[in-house]
Structure formats: C-alpha cells, structure tokens
C-alpha cells in the first residue's frame, strides 16, 4: 500500500541552527514530492516539490529538499532556522501517472524553535 | 489573487446533526478536493469534484457528501453527526483535474459535542 513516513513526531531546534526532516515513502513507482507546512490556525502552504530531474530542490523560505531514489526519501533542510520556522511540516506524494492526483500525507512532524 | 476561501471557520455542532461547509477557490481554478485533518489519522482524502462531478473518492463512509456548483464553489456535507467527525476540515483547489498543485484554505474546525 502507498505510505508516507516522517519518523520524528516533534523536533526542537534553537534558532540558527540546521534543520533536516526526514520523509519517507512507499510506492511502487517515483511518485510526486511535496513538502506542505502549517502554521497554528492556517491551511496548508506549499514549500517545495519534485516531479523529476535534479534531485535537490529548492523552495520557499530558504528550504530545499534532496531525492533520495535508491533510499525512498525526501528530507527537507534547511541550513538556518528562524522562529517564525515553528511549524507543522507535512510530506506528501502523489500518482504520477493520469489524473489521480489525491495526495497521501504522512503524519506530519512539529517543529519548535527555542530562542 | 484572492486564495481558497472556507467557511464557516469554526462550528460546533451536537452528535446527530448535519452539518455543511463551504469552499470558493482560487479564481479560475475548477478542482476541489476535501481532506480531513485529526490529530490522530493526520490528513486524510475525502474527495474531488471538477467540472461539478465527482472524480475521486476515498474511504469514508457515506455519510460524507459533496458537491460542486458551475462557479466551481464547492459545500460538503456530513450527516448524523458523531464525536469522530471532529477535525479541521481542509479544502484545496487546483486549476484542473490533475493538475499537480494543490493550494488550500484555511479550513472549517468542527467540532461535534
């Protein structure tokens, strides 16, 4: 069955520092990649995506996220963190292939900043 | 550019009531689909309306409903209410069926007491 995985539930990072959260995904073909955050009352905005092509990609606010075929991953970075980066952060795939494009979400993980 | 429009924001609703939620989205855009989001199950697919037909469906029990209007607006229903049906109810639009991104509103909290 298709899944998405993000092993950490929450991370706590102090502002400045590095940041890497992790996907994972279970598909039988190279679906579509997104990464999808969430702040505190808000819907969904979307920080980056990968259809093909180069590996690493770059989104908004600072963040990129590398394709990991041979590991079935899609790790969103990002080199330093602000404290507005408190966030829900959602990885997401979707079918490739026609027109079904229901994306399938993993859990989700919780990013708090300390000062 | 106004973004995807949901309404009500928030409701609370008793067990056994019907309830229906609104979703304008993004002008121009003809794809709508209705994700339920708990803390528990994350983010889960309800369903897809384009061109004011259902194209996808997930797996919820059919007390769920939808529908799309030729504006493109789309309202979903539930129900018979029941304390599970509490969640952020998220709407997303795209341009067309297939289309590959999806921008969402801010959603309806629910809650059933």
């Known amino acids: 069955a298709q899944s998405v995985t993000q092993p950490d539930i929450h991370i706590t990072v102090s502002e400045g520092a590095s940041l890497e959260l992790r996907c994972n995904y279970s598909y039988g073909a190279t679906p579509y990649l997104f990464w999808y955050v969430q702040s505190p009352g808000q819907g969904l905005q979307l920080l980056l995506k990968y259809f093909s092509g180069d590996t690493l990609v770059q989104g908004i606010k600072g963040f990129e996220a590398e394709f990991k075929r041979s590991q079935s991953s899609f790790n969103l970075r990002k080199p330093s963190v602000h404290w507005s980066d408190a966030a829900e952060y959602f990885c997401a795939v979707a079918n490739p292939a026609g027109n079904n494009r229901k994306l399938i979400w993993g859990l989700g993980t919780s990013l708090a900043v300390n000062p | 550019k106004a973004g995807v429009t949901q309404t009500p924001r928030y409701l609370i609703k008793t067990r056994g009531q019907q309830v229906t939620l609104s979703c304008s989205p993004i002008s121009g855009h003809r794809s709508v689909s209705w994700y339920q989001q708990t803390p528990g199950q994350g983010l889960q697919f309800l369903f897809e309306y384009f061109s004011e037909t259902q194209r996808n469906k997930g797996n919820f029990p059919g007390r769920f409903s939808g529908r799309q209007f030729s504006n493109s607006r789309s309202e979903m229903n539930v129900s018979t209410l029941e304390l599970g049906d509490s969640a952020l109810y998220l709407c997303?639009?795209?341009?067309?069926?297939?289309?590959?991104?999806?921008?969402f509103g801010q959603g309806t909290r629910l809650t059933v007491v």
């Open positions: 997303a639009s795209r341009w067309a069926f297939g289309d590959t991104e999806a921008f």
